[in-house]
């Protein structure tokens, strides 16, 4: 009895987490959220729990929101007095917060397995877990590029998955997928499906502490040197740490930006590993040509994915990349360091067109990057930092520092400056950029407890970008703020209220349609949000958010959203279903709002809120029996008025569009 409102905390916490990170996600990359790699991820340790009693392993690591300090914590703990019992725990753990500790419930466990690293790989597949999932996803209205035949497959989008894993030792992933208009076969794909994946890894294989093959990921450091894969590029809470975390498989879904070939780290002692990697993969490009000195030349890469149109299909696969590295890591009990370099060579020369705001981007067929990382935890301070130069010297360095006052205050800085000529297309460290170059800046966090219960976390961020970018033909100045309140009303009620502040340069056009000048605009975010969980079946959420954009020269601007939104998730039958309906307005796309959506397992849902209208979405999941689920969820948009919904090819007639997804999952 006492152990249900605190189940039912802990699944609260870890939904408001997981929406505030998909938001802050869609908002950060001006698109619908799609960070497969750290919601697979996080899904994966649903269902094969941490064991915090593993202190070797780094699977700790991979939650982004338990800081180097919270680790520490725990292992001392455990040193101190023996493995835990339960995950109850934690709350006796010195250091650890109690909101960290409701996050950390849903991913963790306690095990008392002897020789647990001593398991043989015939052991491991004997005893490891398999899941599978097939589902398709549609636009019941039929979009241009069908009308047109541009398109040349059907409106559908089919994929398919196969996992075997075994704690965090095991892996093995098998998937493939097809987008909507993309054909299924023919000419066009002969090998039936668009994209395939495969993933395998091992792990604590006497001194082989891993060996990865097929699909992969390298993340080290703060990521400026690499970091393939998503990586979050935006600070979460007061934990601006990134634990780069080696290799690990990538998304079964993912397109681009991962390394495909075979990896391996050895430990040479115990503190010290060496880790090599090579990758060899064929990526999307726009159309080859041949210049005057007979080189083969592209334009750019092209990482969307989507092979549904002649134009598309003539992009997949034109450039091969190899990619070599290695990474060599101390790790001690409070001292980490790390040195990284890898070397990247495309069989044709890339040339970016000659624009404004490119002169410094990457061209050439050879890059190379080298770069040293440090972590230090003294006490209860953590210092950070890591610097890297590629082929032409140009630098990006980035530190911080973290310190947490007690268990309930956190306080966080870095500074980050990167040269406007740094070329690396595996970066992915923390900054207002979409990519670790051509800016520096100054950002400060701070989480702490207030009278009354309340919780206040603070973010302000300044900014510029000496070199002129996309969208900004100016060196420009930038600021950012976020403050959030949250209180919690009672143990299954909490309220928050989320300001942000962002004033930033921006290109202005004049009446023919040419950059003439550069203005600063101000954005003025305001998001209620309060969420009541009368009982571990029932879960309520309401929200009402404003945005609001004042520029000089186009004048101001506005958008609003309001919702409400209901889970029943009861323990006495096999069912689950959640449904909302939102209201929105917003005068412009600039004014646009993101609100993340429940949806089914591998399928993201954040949508932009722009127009006017509604919307209205039903999840369903029924599980059948302890192997079998079935889920469909359908979704709804209404704007009364308007004659055409969408842009380009994918533009629906009528003032509706309507979206259907169903999935089969198995799992034993």
């Not at 939650?63 to 019992?85: D, K, P, T, W």
């Not at 890469?301 to 299909?313: Q, W």
Request: charge should be neutral; glycine fraction near 6%.
């Amino acid at each position: 009895m006492l152990a249900l409102p605190l189940a039912a905390a802990s699944q609260t916490d870890g939904s408001l987490l997981l929406e505030e990170y998909l938001e802050l996600y869609a908002e950060y990359y001006d698109t619908e959220a799609d960070d497969n790699e750290t919601l697979e991820l996080l899904g994966h340790y649903l269902e094969t729990k941490i064991d915090l009693n593993d202190t070797l392993s780094a699977a700790l690591a991979d939650l982004f929101f338990v800081g180097e300090y919270h680790r520490a914590c725990i292992r001392s703990y455990i040193r101190a007095n023996g493995a835990m019992l339960s995950t109850a725990e934690l709350y006796l753990v010195d250091g650890l917060d109690s909101a960290t500790i409701r996050l950390m419930l849903p991913f963790v466990e306690t095990k008392h397995v002897a020789n647990r690293h001593s398991s043989s790989p015939a052991y491991m597949f004997k005893h490891a877990r398999h899941s599978m999932a097939i589902g398709t996803k549609t636009i019941v209205e039929q979009a241009r590029g069908y009308a047109d035949s541009v398109y040349l497959g059907d409106p559908f989008r089919l994929y398919f998955r196969y996992r075997l894993a075994y704690s965090d030792r095991l892996l093995l992933s098998i998937s493939a997928e097809k987008d909507a208009g993309e054909k299924f076969g023919g000419p066009e794909m002969p090998h039936g499906f668009d994209h395939y994946g495969f993933s395998f890894m091992l792990k604590n294989i006497g001194r082989l502490e891993q060996i990865a093959v097929g699909h992969y990921n390298a993340c080290f450091g703060q990521g400026l040197t690499m970091w393939s894969g998503n990586g979050m590029r935006f600070a979460t809470d007061a934990n601006i740490n990134k634990h780069g975390s080696g290799i690990k498989p990538a998304s079964a879904m993912a397109e681009s930006g991962s390394l495909q070939g075979v990896s391996a780290t050895l430990r040479l002692a115990k503190r010290m590993t060496l880790t090599a990697f090579l990758s060899y993969s064929h990526r999307d490009a726009t159309a080859m040509a041949t210049d005057s000195t007979g080189q083969t030349t592209f334009q750019s890469l092209y990482t969307s994915g989507y092979h549904r149109s002649e134009t598309e299909i003539e992009k997949k696969n034109r450039v091969g990349e190899t990619l070599i590295g290695t990474n060599w890591q101390y790790t001690g009990a409070y001292l980490c360091v790390g040195l990284t370099a890898y070397a990247q060579h495309f069989d044709a020369t890339l040339k970016p067109a000659e624009t404004f705001y490119n002169h410094y981007y990457f061209s050439g067929a050879d890059n190379y990057n080298v770069g040293a990382d440090v972590r230090y935890l003294w006490n209860n301070v953590l210092l950070f930092a890591e610097t890297a130069f590629d082929r032409s010297a140009a630098n990006a360095t980035i530190a911080g520092v973290q310190i947490y006052a007690n268990s309930a205050t956190r306080l966080a800085a870095y500074y980050r400056q990167y040269s406007a000529a740094y070329s690396n297309m595996y970066s992915s460290a923390l900054g207002q950029n979409a990519s670790s170059r051509n800016e520096q800046g100054l950002c400060a966090m701070l989480e702490c407890e207030m009278p009354w219960g309340i919780t206040l976390k603070a973010t302000a961020d300044v900014y510029k970008f000496p070199w002129p970018k996309y969208r900004i033909y100016s060196p420009a100045i930038g600021n950012e703020y976020r403050f959030k309140l949250s209180k919690r009303l009672a143990v299954n009620a909490i309220l928050s209220a989320q300001y942000r502040y962002r004033c930033q340069t921006t290109n202005v056009a004049n009446a023919t349609g040419n950059i003439a000048s550069t203005e600063e605009r101000q954005n003025h975010c305001l998001n209620l949000h309060l969420r009541y969980t009368p009982s571990a079946a029932y879960t309520f959420n309401s929200r009402v958010a404003f945005n609001h954009i004042a520029s000089p020269t186009e004048g101001d601007t506005s958008g609003f959203l309001l919702y409400h939104e209901a889970v029943y998730t009861p323990t006495s039958m096999p069912i689950a279903i959640a449904l909302r309906y939102a209201i929105f307005q917003a005068e412009d796309y600039d004014t646009r709002i993101y609100a993340y959506e429940r949806d089914l397992l591998y399928e993201y849902s954040t949508p932009a809120f722009y127009k006017k209208g509604s919307r209205f979405y039903i999840l369903l999941t029924w599980n059948i029996n302890k192997y079998i689920t079935i889920g469909m969820r359908y979704a709804i948009a209404l704007y009364p008025g308007q004659t055409t919904i969408g842009t380009g090819y994918d533009t629906t007639m009528g003032s509706k569009r309507q979206e259907i997804k169903l999935q089969l999952r198995c799992k034993i």
